[in-house]
């Protein structure tokens, strides 16, 4: 059974960071191109980035390019979101999302609410 | 304002037939056949519906169908049941690796 999930959402300031985690299971994860996708509250999914399967090509929303860092560590698994400069605009519920291929998610983690306020 | 364009609402009465269109452009519905359906229902995780324009994951009822039409994608949902009702979103592969999502249509069954 695929499994995917985020830890590390929760309330920052503005122009403070946030580093979110996902732990993956199920499938050949090392071998998966994954999605980050978020969804401000009340809003539609917007894509934010993705990682090839060994890390060394990385795409991003031109809103979080400068600020967010995707990465991965296929030794254990999991994939992360280091977010800073956060804005609050950034706020949104952030999910983990495995690729089916041409960024097609045919897998999403349960979600981490990210909160940017003062 | 969203990538693609998809009606915010749509309704019908159980049993019938609804359709909802996802508009793009050609660097991305009319020129990948990438594109894809998700279904959600309030305060819950997507779902994948549709993949590769027509094609259902394992586990998806057959009355979910898809096709395009130039830079048009549509969902097809036949036999309509009240299970049905939830948020859908098309998304499509965009020239230069990007992926575009539409604004979402609340689908309500009567």
């Known amino acids: 059974e695929v499994q995917l999930v985020e830890s590390g959402g929760g309330l920052v300031q503005p122009g403070g960071s946030l580093r979110l985690s996902c732990a993956a299971s199920g499938f050949a994860f090392g071998s998966t191109w994954m999605i980050w996708v978020r969804q401000a509250p009340g809003k539609g999914l917007e894509w934010v980035a993705d990682?090839?399967?060994?890390?060394?090509?990385?795409f991003y929303v031109d809103s979080v390019k400068g600020r967010f860092t995707m990465s991965r560590d296929n030794a254990k698994n999991s994939v992360y979101l280091q977010m800073n400069s956060l804005r609050a605009e950034d706020t949104a519920v952030y999910y983990c999302?495995?690729?089916?291929?041409?960024?097609?998610?045919?897998?999403w983690g349960q979600g981490a609410l990210v909160i940017v306020s003062s | 304002q969203s990538a693609l364009t998809q009606p915010a609402s749509v309704s019908a009465s159980p049993g019938q037939s609804i359709a909802i269109s996802c508009t793009g452009t050609s660097s991305d519905v009319g020129g990948h056949d990438r594109v894809s359906w998700y279904q959600q229902y309030p305060g819950k995780v997507p779902k994948l519906v549709i993949y590769d324009v027509t094609n259902r994951p394992s586990g998806v009822s057959d009355r979910f169908s898809g096709s395009k039409s130039g830079n048009t994608a549509s969902l097809t949902i036949s036999g309509l049941q009240a299970e049905d009702e939830a948020d859908y979103y098309c998304g499509s592969y965009r020239t230069g690796h990007t992926l575009v999502f539409g604004g979402g249509t609340k689908l309500t069954v009567l």
């Open positions: 999302a495995k690729d089916l291929g041409w960024l097609q998610i045919d897998y």
């Open positions: 990682m090839n399967t060994d890390g060394s090509e990385k």
